[in-house]
């Protein structure tokens, strides 16, 4: 069975700050993959960032950063100079392939909060 | 705009009523997904089709209906609900291969069952 756990329930941040998002994650498969979802009030889930298990480097897009250790199965997201615009709930999630098709399971997720 | 539309954005009914939750995406996805999310809860997958076919049912009770009518519509009958299926319904496309598969997802439809 695969897990992930986000052990930070909420994050308050001063604006143009960096800040780290953790996940952590169980799984037996080799192969796996690692996403993170913004999910604003508004309810739609955006994705982020993808990490794959066998990538050898830590996956980048734009003002987000995936410092992905993998011996200690953590995928923690990364977003530099942070924007009033980045308040919203983070979910990291993990894929499964089962009976052929993919299965994302979520982390309980993160709610990050900019300040001014 | 996201590629992944649904309808309706609100629904209220009553635990009678047979209602229906729709949702479309043209970008040649295969596999499409309903997710039910609770207010404070991560997303919790109920179905997924491949190919338009039913492929995974997560033990979802039988008053919830999924429906692939084509490659490019999804559909969720919904009858006799509860009160405790008030939820988001999230629904999400990708392609069917393996590896950077990312999911879409539709802005969801919120519904509250009185």
């Known amino acids: 069975a695969q897990k992930i756990t986000q052990t930070q329930p909420g994050m308050f941040v001063q604006e143009k700050e960096a800040v780290t998002l953790d996940c952590t994650y169980d799984t037996s498969d080799p192969s796996y993959g690692l996403f993170w979802y913004k999910q604003p009030s508004s309810g739609e889930m955006i994705f982020l960032i993808y990490q794959g298990s066998y990538d050898q480097q830590n996956a980048t897009e734009g003002r987000y950063s995936l410092n992905f250790q993998k011996a200690r199965k953590s995928a923690n997201l990364v977003i530099s100079a942070s924007q009033l615009g980045d308040s919203a709930m983070y979910f990291c999630?993990?894929?499964?392939?089962?009976?052929?098709?993919?299965?994302?399971?979520f982390g309980q997720g993160t709610r990050l909060t900019i300040n001014p | 705009d996201t590629e992944v539309t649904q309808t309706p954005k609100h629904l209220v009914m009553g635990m009678t009523n047979k209602k229906s939750l729709k949702c479309e995406q043209h970008?040649?996805?295969?596999?499409m997904y309903w997710y039910k999310q609770k207010a404070k809860k991560p997303p919790e997958l109920m179905f997924v089709?491949?190919?338009?076919?039913?492929?995974i049912n997560e033990s979802v009770p039988s008053r919830f209906s999924p429906e692939c009518p084509n490659s490019s519509l999804l559909n969720l009958h919904l009858h006799a609900l509860q009160p405790e299926d008030s939820a988001l319904y999230l629904c999400a496309s990708s392609r069917v291969s393996s590896g950077a598969n990312v999911l879409t997802f539709g802005a969801g439809s919120r519904l509250t069952v009185l």
């Open positions: 970008m040649g996805h295969r596999a």
């Open positions: 999630a993990m894929r499964g392939v089962i009976q052929g098709a993919q299965k994302l399971v």
């Open positions: 089709y491949s190919y338009e076919k039913l492929s």
